[in-house]
C-alpha cells in the first residue's frame, strides 16, 4: 500500500496529527509544530492549507489560486510556486496547528468530539 492511501486510509477515520519537519511555511509553521488534518469534504478556497504528495514527499502548503481541477500552492517562506495540483489528488486539510484554530472547517470540530 502507498503511503498515500495509507494517510487517506486514516483521514477517513478521523483527523491525522502530522508534526513538521521543514522551514517553507514559515513564519505560518515552525519545524516542530504539530498540525491537525483532515479530509477535504467542502471545496477547496484560496488560503486553505493543504496536505499532498509530490514524488513521494508529503508537502503542506497554501492555496494561491483554484483553477477548474487543479490548485496552486505554494509555501510561505518559498519564493516559488508549486506544480498545480489535482485536486482529487489533495490529501487533507489543516484545521488546528498547535490546539489552536488556524484553517476552520465545521467537519475537524465535529470529529473531534
Known amino acids: 500500500m502507498k503511503k498515500e492511501d495509507i494517510i ?5 477515520l478521523g483527523i491525522l ?4 519537519i521543514g522551514n517553507s511555511m514559515l513564519p505560518t509553521f515552525q519545524p516542530g509544530d504539530s498540525v491537525y488534518v483532515t479530509a477535504i ?7 486553505d492549507i493543504v496536505l499532498f504528495y509530490d514524488k513521494e ?9 483554484v ?6 500552492t505554494q509555501g510561505d517562506h518559498n519564493t516559488y510556486l508549486d506544480r ?6 489533495l490529501l487533507g486539510i489543516v ?5 489552536e484554530t488556524r484553517v476552520i472547517q465545521k ?3 465535529q470529529e473531534k468530539k
Not at 8 to 12: A, E, I, Y
Not at 41 to 47: A, F, I, L, Q, T
Open 17 to 20: 496529527r502530522i508534526n513538521l
Open 95 to 99: 484545521c488546528e496547528q498547535n490546539g
Open 8 to 12: 487517506r486510509k486514516q483521514l477517513s
Open 107 to 109: 467537519v475537524c470540530e
Open 57 to 65: 514527499v508529503m508537502i503542506l502548503h497554501r492555496v494561491l489560486q
Open 67 to 72: 483553477v477548474g481541477d487543479y490548485v496552486i
Open 41 to 47: 469534504r467542502d471545496e477547496v478556497k484560496v488560503n
Open 84 to 89: 498545480p495540483v489535482k485536486i482529487k489528488k
